[in-house]
């Protein structure tokens, strides 16, 4: 079963410079953002070809940017946060693309504009099925999904916006628990749990 996940860094920034020495904080939490790549992609031993995950990168200047992780393609990048961050420092040197256009920076590392909307079409046309995480939300059930693939949207350390929450409204919740947890936690329990049903 192919997994996804997509990550909205709220104060990420699109463009410019991140401080790869302040990651939590003049650098729009990029930490959080790099914590869900490290669990969601690697392994003790290698990296998890059936998984993607993608950050958005919300924070402006200029428009919003996202950055794919393309599990089963992805070289030359390390597991911990500065060396991913660092890859997204590179990223952000690049005029942001058009939404929608996939530009590859290098195997595995693709860049586009766009936001959450985009990146829930472009699932929908896959034929990948949705769900937001929300502690709110009906407990996860592997045991129903026997889909080809399933992806899992959730957010920094920040609540989803309105705007994103009407994006979201029609995309099933499923919770972990009641308690809030952090995305690279969340990410790191679904693994589990769906390695278990394998």
């Not at 989803?160 to 919770?175: N, T």
């Amino acid at each position: 079963m192919g997994r996804r996940f997509a990550i909205i860094g709220h104060r990420a920034p699109s463009s410019g410079k991140i401080n790869l020495n302040d990651l939590p904080g003049s650098s729009g939490r990029i930490d959080v953002l790099a914590r869900a790549v490290n669990t969601a992609l690697f392994l003790s031993h290698g990296i998890r070809d059936d998984t993607d995950i993608t950050m958005h990168l919300m924070g402006g200047p200029g428009p919003a940017r996202r950055i794919w992780f393309q599990g089963s393609r992805l070289r030359g990048v390390y597991p911990d946060e500065r060396a991913i961050a660092g890859q997204v420092a590179k990223a952000l040197k690049e005029p942001v693309p058009a939404i929608g256009q996939l530009v590859e920076l290098h195997p595995g590392l693709w860049h586009s504009g766009g936001g959450i909307e985009q990146t829930i079409l472009e699932w929908e046309r896959d034929g990948v099925r949705l769900f937001t995480l929300d502690a709110e939300g009906a407990p996860f059930d592997p045991d129903i999904h026997d889909d080809d693939e399933i992806g899992f949207i959730l957010s920094d350390d920040l609540p989803f916006s309105a705007s994103e929450m009407e994006s979201l409204e029609a995309i099933e919740k499923v919770s972990l628990g009641r308690t809030w947890l952090q995305g690279n936690a969340c990410i790191s329990i679904l693994h589990h749990v769906l390695d278990s049903n394998d």
